[in-house]
């Protein structure tokens, strides 16, 4: 079995693909920033539109994201952190890296975005980015691939 391309521990069918498919909706801020990376990585560009606030979408956002799923391979999540964002809060934070890759060489997104429960949905507001984060060369890999840094996106 593999995982969900989120980083979960669960298979994409159990974890994040029912969020896409409107079959359920995320219980948690953090879940749905999970199934919305998952979007992301599929081209959901629907499920995208959806799951955000529309006063934060730009006049062109769906070929903004379509252009984006295009061109993006999404490698790896990691949630760094949440603040509210439960069952029973109206709004939460999450902070995570992304890495991705749309040339030769892997980047970082590393963003707290806020998330907010309108009519009991959560939505993506906005999100805030930070400094990249930085690996020490025996850390664990950013990719999963049980690797120490040096031997794997660190090694030169
Ligand atoms: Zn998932
Ligand atoms: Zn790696």
Not at 16 to 45: H, I
Request: proline fraction near 3%; include cysteine; aromatic fraction near 10%.
């Amino acid at each position: 079995m593999s995982y969900c391309h989120c980083g979960s521990t669960t298979s994409f069918e159990q974890c994040c693909q029912p969020l896409l498919n409107g079959k359920a909706f995320a219980p948690t801020a953090e879940a749905l920033m999970r199934s919305r990376y998952s979007a992301f990585v599929t081209g959901a560009v629907d499920y995208l539109l959806q799951t955000s606030a529309s006063e934060s979408h730009e006049p062109d956002e769906r070929a903004l994201l379509e252009n984006s799923c295009k061109n993006t391979r999404w490698l790896a999540l990691h949630v760094l952190d949440t603040e509210h964002g439960s069952e029973i809060d109206g709004k939460g934070i999450v902070e995570f890296a992304a890495f991705f890759q749309t040339g030769d060489s892997p980047e970082q997104l590393h963003e707290r975005s806020r998330f907010e429960k309108r009519d009991g949905r959560w939505l993506y507001v906005s999100g805030e980015f930070l400094a990249p984060l930085t690996f020490g060369r025996n850390d664990a890999c950013w990719c999963r691939s049980g690797k120490k840094f040096k031997k794997c996106h660190g090694a030169r």
